[in-house]
């Protein structure tokens, strides 16, 4: 339950009026139940929707649940909404204070908190039709005498509900409300209404007059000057909403999508909106939510939240945030995505929020998308979008049973993110330049399907190895096995605890397991050195020996499992036991 603490110029300018509504305030009584229990269960389903919740007594052995304190006519005012609007029971009633034998909510202690006010904020087949905007629907004109109280209070009595949401919204917007936006002005709104007052030097009734709620209106709505926002609505995708038409204008069709690209600037960070309209079923709107957090437009960076018919993705990085709501509904799945350029949040927070208020489904959708094959599309791009790729991918190997990892230092060195296997964000906890190793750990524990198992001492020459590893850096899906020999038992300066290997690898394959035919690991693929002087032939590899690798893991906390000669095994097994050990390791800028 939200309480705010008025500044104490605020406090002053309130006393009376408070020390009235405390003597002859009334309460909303709207449940009553025969346990304590019962009753701080209903009260805290209440409160996750409604303001002002308190807890009393009654002389009956019962525990009322009401809102308030309330002057009169407020009390009234929330008992016609919130009951019309069916939030409350129908049978709920005014009740006076004088009822109640003790109060047992809000608990003691559950003080306000202060809270200062914030600055206001600073003052786009054929194309769909954008719809010339509406008068604004405020009703509030800026230029009338000021009102005694009891005329303010006649004028908002006319208010519908919708402007009187927009005045809780723009309380909120400018700081000075974080209540529900209810359209039921109790306590919280008329503090907020009173804090916005004094700070614009206006007297703090705690009732707006219409010219203040023209002020406070003028001032929330400057946050959207120049975008012109309209109606558009695009009867092919069956998709009516609210556009920056001054930002953005149709361009394309490609199904699932509709495109509005930016009417200015052609740089990814420029705004756009995309329409999402295709038929489908719960499994689509679950593949739509997968590919749409591949799209470079949907930075990785932000809250996701899934239902089993609809979905929200947030994302954010240092050039764009973007903003994409789906859900199905008869068989069809719409939505929108706008993307905004960063550093601009103010804007973007509220044309997020008109256009979800404006969102219409209508009759028509875009057809499925066809599947694309050999028509020349990149597997970079869904529909013309890019998708997001990893600065680099390389190789690692799970080295203990809580899933952390071992791969090579050049893998995450600067990195603004880093994950395993695409989608697990992972941190770097041990890093090495002499060896050139580094050890990763998941953010949350996980259970690898195998844990790397290390040889001891020095490989044979000779021997047959195979290098387990994303040699096309996650590309395929899956690792492979490159197989070689152990051609020499020191690096190209003669250094000891270096292999050189006879294989052919792909940079994917740096931080890789060295396995022999038994499955032990032998050493770690090292990444290729960056020296235009040196040019290796495309079957020369070196690798880290595991006496190298197993001190350098102790060293970082992680007791490295060791095993014992054993006889070759079979290819297949060979293989799965690879791939249940192995990692792709991705570095995301």
Not at 569 to 575: G, V
């Amino acid at each position: 339950m939200y309480r705010i603490l008025l500044a104490l110029a605020v406090m002053l300018a309130l006393a009376p009026r408070i020390a009235t509504a405390q003597g002859t305030g009334v309460y909303v009584q709207i449940e009553a139940k025969p346990t304590m229990a019962e009753a701080q269960a209903a009260i805290s389903q209440y409160e996750t929707y409604l303001q002002d919740v308190n807890g009393f007594t009654l002389a009956n052995g019962f525990y009322a649940i009401a809102l308030g304190p309330y002057t009169r006519e407020d009390a009234g005012q929330v008992l016609r909404v919130l009951r019309g609007e069916g939030r409350i029971p129908g049978d709920s009633y005014i009740a006076s204070p004088s009822w109640y034998a003790g109060q047992f909510w809000p608990p003691a202690g559950d003080s306000p908190a202060p809270q200062a006010p914030a600055p206001a904020p600073e003052a786009q087949s054929p194309a769909p039709q954008a719809q010339a905007p509406a008068p604004q629907s405020d009703g509030f004109q800026s230029t009338l005498p000021e009102e005694t109280v009891a005329e303010a209070r006649a004028g908002e009595a006319q208010l519908d509900r919708g402007q009187r949401d927009q005045l809780q919204q723009a309380l909120k917007a400018a700081g000075f409300y974080s209540g529900a936006i209810d359209g039921a002005f109790g306590r919280g709104t008329r503090n907020a209404m009173a804090s916005w007052q004094a700070a614009q030097g206006y007297e703090a009734t705690g009732v707006l007059t219409t010219s203040q709620r023209a002020t406070l209106v003028r001032d929330y709505n400057a946050v959207l000057s120049g975008l012109d926002l309209r109606q558009v609505e695009d009867s092919r995708a069956g998709i009516s909403v609210q556009m920056p038409t001054a930002r953005v204008a149709f361009d394309r069709y490609d199904a699932p999508f509709a495109f509005y690209k930016a009417t200015s600037g052609a740089d990814t960070a420029a705004p756009r909106v995309i329409l999402i309209s295709q038929p489908g079923d719960r499994g689509a709107l679950s593949a739509l939510y997968e590919i749409l957090q591949t799209l470079a437009i949907v930075p990785a960076n932000g809250p996701r939240s899934r239902t089993a018919n609809g979905f929200t993705i947030t994302g954010r990085n240092s050039r764009i945030v973007s903003y994409t709501e789906a859900s199905l509904e008869d068989g069809q799945i719409k939505g929108f995505t706008l993307v905004w350029p960063a550093g601009d949040d103010s804007r973007f927070d509220r044309l997020r929020a008109e256009m979800k208020a404006s969102f219409r489904r209508l009759p028509d959708v875009l057809p499925a998308a066809a599947a694309r094959a050999d028509d020349g599309q990149s597997i970079d791009l869904v529909s013309g979008l890019q998708l997001r790729r990893p600065a680099q991918s390389r190789s690692g190997l799970f080295v203990d049973s809580s899933g952390a990892v071992l791969t090579v230092a050049s893998a995450v060195a600067q990195c603004a993110r880093i994950t395993l296997d695409q989608d697990i964000p992972a941190q770097v906890v041990q890093s090495d330049p002499d060896t050139g190793l580094a050890v990763l750990r998941p953010d949350h524990a996980i259970a690898p399907r195998g844990v790397a198992a290390f040889a001891s001492g020095e490989a044979p020459l000779g021997a047959s190895i195979a290098v387990a590893g994303y040699s096309y850096q996650g590309v395929l899906g899956a690792p492979t096995l490159s197989f070689g020999k152990v051609a020499g038992l020191t690096g190209l300066d003669g250094e000891s605890g270096i292999d050189r290997l006879a294989v052919r690898v792909q940079k994917g394959d740096a931080g890789g397991a060295v396995l022999d035919m038994s499955g032990r690991v032998l050493g770690i693929l090292r990444a290729p050195a960056a020296s235009p002087e040196r040019k290796l032939p495309a079957n020369v590899a070196f690798s880290l020996e595991a006496d190298t690798v197993t001190g350098f893991l102790r060293d970082a906390g992680v007791t490295p499992k060791l095993s014992a000669p054993a006889p070759e095994i079979a290819p297949e097994r060979l293989s799965r036991q690879a791939r249940d050990m192995a990692v792709l390791v991705s570095c995301w800028n």
